[in-house]
């Protein structure tokens, strides 16, 4: 791809002039979009993911003694690591880092320092998976540089303890997932109960996919998401004692939920039971090329992540409503962890410019934000090139 290959040499220029020498690897991940599927994964549910065309890359090259130093553009900051030394990060960026190092150490040897270069241009608290991106391309890179002995399904796995160790945020495996794994053109049928995965041609014919950014980033993101986390365990705790039959998240009926005498808790597994629901359905909609049906799916699962979940916000909302006025607009919702970040949706090609100065005015004249819009290409999931 060429649009890769140009960043890849851009960001190799800027690795030799950091450290005055070429790199000997380009590590790659991208970010992610979800079509549907939303906070279902936590709860092993399934996803329909695919990785897009923009980037967390890292050059590397070995050092001879035990330092690791990075430098990162996009944080406009450097950390300098000594292997078997405690390190205090001081930026979040950095944490990541020290998570992915330390990790990969658990279970295998990292025998000598390194130089690398970050640079990404995945938008930030967007909901695209801006972190899963840089964990990934860390990992790959430590794998690939450290001859790591595991395969892909560990590496995400270890990509997501980043997250739960480091971070605090008990998040699912869907954004790691997909930035490792998707292929270029393709979406993924993700099952987190069994972790496998399948690709599939999902035609849209006249329409494209577009994201809307509300760059409303997520600050209620991670508390948030660790009560979904908890209200929804909670949930299947008491079902399991109410009916021995459920023991995991997939045994729930939606009969099952009226079982449940808690509002709020019965609101969230109703979520997590249609939503996992709206995912079968969705493949299905797509292999019968019924593409109405998929934008209906679209707005249900974003009426019950606003309403069951609860997990959008005002401006989510109003992007969804405001869309659905506009004529060659099929479906959309938010994605991701919500309370800000992108809508994903499906607008008809020849009207996209049009869709672009119907949405954007109206929601700076709502909100008094300049919202961005996306198209994207669905592409390739991680790689690390050698040289
Ligand atoms: C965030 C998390 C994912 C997933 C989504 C919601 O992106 O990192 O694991 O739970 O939210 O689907």
Not at 133 to 160: H, P, W
Not at 367 to 373: L, R, S, Y
Request: glycine share 8%.
């Amino acid at each position: 791809m060429q649009e890769l290959e140009n960043l890849k040499q851009n960001i190799s220029n800027k690795f030799t002039n950091t450290f005055n020498e070429s790199p000997e690897m380009i590590s790659v991940a991208p970010g992610r979009i979800n079509v549907i599927g939303e906070h279902t994964d936590y709860n092993l549910g399934f996803s329909m993911p695919a990785a897009i065309n923009r980037w967390v890359i890292i050059c590397f090259s070995y050092r001879n003694d035990n330092i690791i130093k990075i430098s990162s553009e996009s944080f406009g900051s450097t950390m300098e690591y000594h292997l078997g030394k405690h390190f205090e990060p001081s930026q979040s960026w950095m944490q990541y880092m020290q998570g992915a190092i330390e990790i990969y150490q658990r279970t295998e040897k990292i025998d000598r320092g390194f130089n690398a270069y970050i640079w990404g241009n995945v938008p930030l608290g967007s909901g695209v998976s801006s972190s899963a991106a840089l964990e990934v391309a860390t990992m790959a890179l430590l794998r690939t540089a450290y001859k790591g002995n595991f395969d892909d399904v560990s590496l995400v796995i270890n990509c997501q303890k980043i997250e739960h160790e480091y971070l605090g945020v008990k998040s699912g495996l869907l954004d790691q997932y997909a930035s490792q794994l998707s292929k270029a053109g393709k979406l993924m049928s993700l099952d987190f109960q069994s972790l496998t995965h399948s690709y599939f041609d999902a035609a849209i014919g006249k329409y494209c996919w577009v994201l809307v950014n509300t760059k409303v980033k997520r600050e209620l993101a991670g508390s948030k998401y660790s009560e979904r986390v908890e209200e929804t365990q909670a949930g299947l705790k008491t079902l399991n004692t109410l009916k021995s039959t459920i023991k995991k998240f997939r045994d729930i009926t939606i009969n099952d939920i009226d079982l449940l005498e808690n509002k709020v808790i019965k609101k969230r597994i109703k979520h997590f039971v249609t939503e996992n629901q709206r995912v079968i359905d969705t493949a299905k909609a797509f292999e019968t090329n019924n593409l109405d049906l998929v934008g209906k799916l679209l707005l249900q699962s974003h009426e019950s992540l606003k309403n069951d979940y609860e997990v959008s916000c005002v401006e989510l909302d109003f992007l969804v409503e405001k869309s659905l006025q506009f004529d060659g607009f099929l479906g959309g919702r938010m994605m991701g962890g919500g309370f800000g970040g992108c809508t994903i949706n499906l607008v008809e090609k020849t009207k996209l410019s049009q869709y672009e100065s119907y949405i954007l005015p109206a929601y700076k004249s709502r909100f008094n934000i300049e919202g961005e819009i996306y198209a994207f290409d669905m592409v390739d999931g991680a790689s690390v090139e050698v040289f």
